[in-house]
């Protein structure tokens, strides 16, 4: 499998990151180890988490996800083999994003503890916090470079303009510097990515893994209306693409999935990682069954007029900032 180095960081990756945000929410302990395995023996060694993975499941506190992992690897003896991706900032739960030097701190060594290793590949600032000035939050960050807790950095949910500020800051003060970002981005929410953002990535080198690949699994095909996602974990997430767009999508994807014998998931997985820009995006899943779709998405090659087809289903509503 050809890796690919994330921006001008120390980090080669495979082409497909694992999802750590089901552990510990609709993955349990063994399902997670069971998933870590099945993806470890297809060479996906690249798992993102964060430390608020999964406050939001009943009787969950944030922190379940780097646990599971964390677990895992130790009792795999393979630290060494997998590129752990974690995030801090997001509120766990209540409160608002905090990007401070005492906040960062804190949540670093209680990620640490739980991951139980010294050292995260990739550390990402979850949300833009306008509350401390980014070059606090910047030589917090190289604190933790230079003592070895952090290889490299990340930025996900940043707004353009706060990017563009933030390497400025890096760039000025000799600091180290976002050198991936994590957008959503998929056939249904291009305008997050696509555009000024989209060419500022590719100009600046910087590495793109982006999530919500499948849309909440909207995108596999599995929900065919309100009724199928009702009560489901997703619910919240899916249920605004249950409209004439999302349905125009779906049969798009239903098509090249029947000309390819391939699922609907693997299609959706191949088109963005064809898009520019894109290092790698994130897609999860709860069962070993489910990860034939990263097999079949690894294998797909797209002719233009299969692009054009996904192109002109997803257009209309995903102008912004193109």
């Avoid at 999964?54 to 590129?83: C, P, Q, T």
């Avoid at 470079?145 to 707004?159: D, M, Q, T």
């Amino acid at each position: 499998m050809e890796l690919k180095q994330l921006g001008n960081s120390s980090l080669y990756v495979p082409p497909i990151v694992f999802g750590g945000n089901v552990f510990g929410w609709t993955a349990d302990k063994k399902t997670s180890f069971y998933l870590l395995d099945a993806l470890v023996e297809r060479g996906l060694n690249f798992i993102d988490s964060a430390n608020v993975y999964s406050y939001w499941a009943e009787g969950n506190e944030g922190g379940e996800s780097e646990a599971i992992l964390g677990e895992w690897m130790k009792e795999r003896k393979n630290r060494d083999k997998v590129i752990v991706a974690t995030k801090v900032g997001s509120p766990m739960g209540k409160g608002s994003p905090d990007l401070s030097n005492a906040y960062i701190n804190e949540q670093i060594d209680l990620s640490l503890q739980r991951l139980q290793t010294d050292y995260i590949d990739l550390y990402f600032s979850h949300k833009y916090d306008d509350s401390t000035p980014q070059l606090e939050t910047l030589k917090t960050f190289n604190s933790l470079i230079n003592s070895g807790k952090v290889r490299e950095l990340g930025a996900s949910n940043f707004p353009l303009a706060v990017l563009r500020e933030a390497l400025q800051i890096s760039e000025d003060e000799n600091l180290p510097r976002y050198e991936v970002i994590q957008p959503e981005y998929n056939l249904l929410e291009r305008s997050h990515f696509e555009g000024e953002y989209q060419r500022f990535c590719i100009e600046n080198n910087l590495g793109v893994i982006s999530y919500f690949t499948l849309a909440s699994g909207f995108l596999t095909g599995k929900y065919t209306d309100t009724a199928d996602a009702s009560g489901k974990e997703r619910e919240r997430f899916i249920k605004k693409y249950f409209n004439d767009e999302g349905t125009a999508v779906l049969k798009a994807l239903k098509t090249l999935s029947d000309k390819y014998n391939c699922s609907q998931a693997g299609v959706s997985i191949a088109w963005t990682m064809a898009q520019p820009g894109i290092s790698a995006p994130i897609v999860s899943a709860t069962k070993e069954s489910q990860l034939k779709a990263f097999d079949e998405a690894l294998k797909l090659n797209f002719d233009a007029e299969d692009l054009q087809i996904l192109e002109k289903v997803s257009r209309e509503k995903n102008t912004v900032g193109r």
